[in-house]
């Protein structure tokens, strides 16, 4: 990861907080057990530094890790601790099985494909090799159905010609609790995984992990987002802490006449003179192009709106909300914080926390908060 430093120029500081994900994660495995909570620490760690936060969370107790391929699999491996184990949920691509086996990491095997190739390879060296098996208890986007397991199952003895160290699918609405569709994901699941041998189970991510009905939570549960700050069902209360704060640095700051155009297309031409603020963040930071008139910044609580188009590099406030003088080039305004938390973000994005997450980017001068 390319370090920025905040005093070299950079023209923002994202601070991540280690110690608050680390409670994150505390909190999630209590809440949970006696399953076990891993974490999911694909994208990068959804975009934080999959290189810091993975290590945090091995010295917070986790295990258990999951990456979506062995490309992050690969780079991860070496900062785990010794004993922990590093999923795939993509499973193994054709042709990548012996790398996968180097790399100490377990794929989901998804299809019947993945699974005929991996128990290939274990017949190849030997020995049967480790494995998670996903089935598709409702969303249709990854694992086994009811006719390959049974196809499976006439072909490939389960006990012997792999060693099956977990069964798993994913809930499509974890995130809605009363949606009809996780209990009969949940009934669905349990339905596939008994035509399997006996392994352990997991079903629940973030938002299956808090659902009312334990039953969710099987042997393993694998959240990301709430462990990176996100509340697990929006709206409701929640113990999840933040764990990112976004300053953005004040490159310039100007007056307007009533009726001048800002930005390109000059989309925003307020009716009364005004005060714009230019800061060093744009698209190209993540600073998605759909807050364009519509997101904002904070100064302490004062709500400073985002004036015209985001650009690549810088977007325009209105500050005339503020003092004159109050704001001038090299000082700072809150972009994800206690006034603007992440989930306002990806609302006025029109997305989802995660969306804004995983495109942070890396120009940002990083700062971690020590766990
Ligand atoms: C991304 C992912 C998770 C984590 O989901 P969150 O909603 O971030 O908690 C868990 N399981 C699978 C299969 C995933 O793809």
Request: aromatic share 6%.
């Amino acid at each position: 990861m390319t370090q920025t430093s905040w005093t070299g120029g950079a023209g923002a500081r994202l601070q991540i907080d280690l110690e608050a994900l680390c409670a994150n994660y505390r909190v999630i495995a209590e809440a949970v057990s006696p399953a076990r909570a891993a974490a999911v620490v694909k994208a990068d760690a959804y975009g934080l530094g999959a290189d810091r936060v993975a290590p945090a969370l091995g010295k917070a107790g986790c295990r258990d890790f999951f990456v979506a391929h062995l490309s992050e699999a690969e780079q991860l491996r070496p900062l785990l601790p010794e004993d922990a184990r590093l999923f795939i949920l993509n499973g193994v691509y054709p042709g990548a099985e012996a790398a996968c086996m180097e790399a100490r990491a377990i794929p989901v095997l998804n299809s019947p494909e993945q699974v005929r190739a991996w128990v290939a390879l274990g017949k190849t060296v030997g020995r049967p090799l480790e494995a998670a098996v996903q089935v598709d208890s409702g969303m249709s986007r990854l694992g086994l159905s009811e006719d390959d397991i049974d196809a499976l199952l006439a072909e490939i003895d389960f006990r012997h010609d792999l060693s099956l160290v977990l069964v798993m699918s994913h809930l499509a609405c974890a995130d809605e609790p009363e949606h009809p569709a996780n209990r009969l994901q949940l009934a669905r699941f349990g339905a596939l995984a008994n035509r399997l041998p006996p392994a352990p189970r997991s079903l629940a991510n973030s938002g299956g992990s808090f659902l009312p009905l334990p039953a969710f939570r099987q042997d393993l549960v694998r959240p990301g987002v709430s462990l990176y700050g996100v509340a697990p069902h929006p709206g409701q209360p929640s113990p999840i802490r933040p764990v990112v704060r976004l300053d953005a640095r004040v490159i310039q700051v100007r007056t307007i006449p009533a009726g001048c155009g800002v930005g390109y297309g000059l989309t925003y031409a307020p009716d009364q003179p005004a005060r714009i603020a230019t800061i060093g963040v744009g698209y190209a930071d993540g600073w998605l192009r759909a807050l364009s008139n519509r997101g904002a910044a904070y100064l302490g609580g004062v709500r400073l709106p985002i004036a015209g188009r985001v650009s690549m590099d810088s977007i325009c406030l209105d500050i005339t909300a503020l003092p004159e003088g109050a704001l001038k080039a090299g000082d700072v305004v809150e972009l994800i914080g206690p006034n603007q938390p992440l989930e306002a973000v990806a609302e006025d994005a029109g997305t989802i926390p995660y969306e804004i997450l995983t495109s942070l980017g890396h120009r940002y001068a990083r700062e971690w908060i020590e766990a």
